[in-house]
Structures are given as C-alpha cells and as structure tokens.
C-alpha cells in the first residue's frame, strides 16, 4: 500500500467513524426527549343543582435532570374536533427538572353534562416549546398512545433501575 492510499483510508475511517458516533450522539438525544416528560390525568367531578363540573387532575414528571419545562395550554377534542381549550389554568406552570407534580388541576371543562362525556374528551397538554402531548384514558398512568412511546418508556426505567446515569 502506498502512501496516498494509507492517506486517503485513514480520512474515510476517520470520516465513517464521525458519522457513526454523531448518529449515535442523535439517536441518545432523541431517545432522552422521548422519555423526559410523563403527563397522565384522571378526571375529578362535582354535581351540585342539575349543574355538573368536571376537571382534570394531572400527573406531570419532568424526569429530565438538566430541562426546565413552561406548560402552555390543555386542549379538548372530542372524536378529532375541537371543544374547549383551557388557556388559563397552568399558562406558564413551570416544571423544573426531576420533579413530580401530582395535584395541578385545570379549570372545569366547559359544555360537559355527564362523567361519560368527560371520559369521551380527548386532552391535549402544549409545551411553551410547542411540544405536544395527547392524552385518551380515564385513570392515572395513561402515557398516551403508541406502542413505541411506551417502549421507550419501559427502556428507560429499566435503565434507570439499574442507575445508568442517561444525562
């Protein structure tokens, strides 16, 4: 082997190399803002004088060590349409990281008559980052959809059960 050849096989090694711990470096990255952020409700309701109030209590852990999170606004949908939105509630409820908030309550939802309506809702909390998280579940422990997300998920408790430090 020549000189230029070792020369030019030693850059596109190098350059291979690069690629791969860069796509490494990415996929790391995706997988840690997948997983950082665990939003589930359940429903609280209150019937008093043929009115009837329901709201939802949610379940919010920031498990990122290093990203604080500001929440924008809860959406409503009911079969893909829009009900209600509720700008008001946690506008600008801050998340810092590593911590749970097990007791933030948005405001009642407007136009529900019954406990089976607010069960048919669709909740859709926003980040100030325009992230965005849909919830359908009736309970508390409900991650969203996707048998992907809840993958990862179950990936990263297990990486943290055996105290792999991921950030």
């Known amino acids: 082997m020549d000189f230029w ?6 850059v596109l090694g190098g ?23 665990v939003v589930s409700y359940n429903w609280s309701y209150r019937s008093e004088a043929g009115a009837f109030y329901a709201w939802p209590n949610f379940d919010i852990r920031n498990r990122s060590q290093s990203r604080t999170y500001r929440i924008a606004n809860i959406a409503y949908s009911k079969q893909g349409k829009p009900h209600w939105f509720d700008n ?4 600008g409820f801050v998340l810092e990281p590593g911590s749970i908030h097990n007791e933030v309550s948005g405001s009642p939802v407007a136009r529900i008559t019954s406990l089976q309506d607010a069960l048919d809702l669709e909740v859709t909390v926003t980040l100030q980052t325009g992230r965005r998280f849909w919830l359908r579940g009736q309970g508390p422990g409900q991650m969203g959809k996707g048998r992907i997300r809840r993958a990862l998920f179950a ?13």
């Open 15 to 37: 350059i291979g190399a690069g690629i791969f711990f860069l796509l490494g470096y990415l996929i790391i990255q995706w997988f840690l803002k997948a997983t950082d952020l």
């Open 88 to 91: 008001k509630a946690l506008w």
């Open 155 to 167: 990936l990263r408790s297990r990486l943290e059960s055996w105290m792999i430090a991921l950030e």
């Open 5 to 10: 050849q070792n020369t030019w096989s030693n």
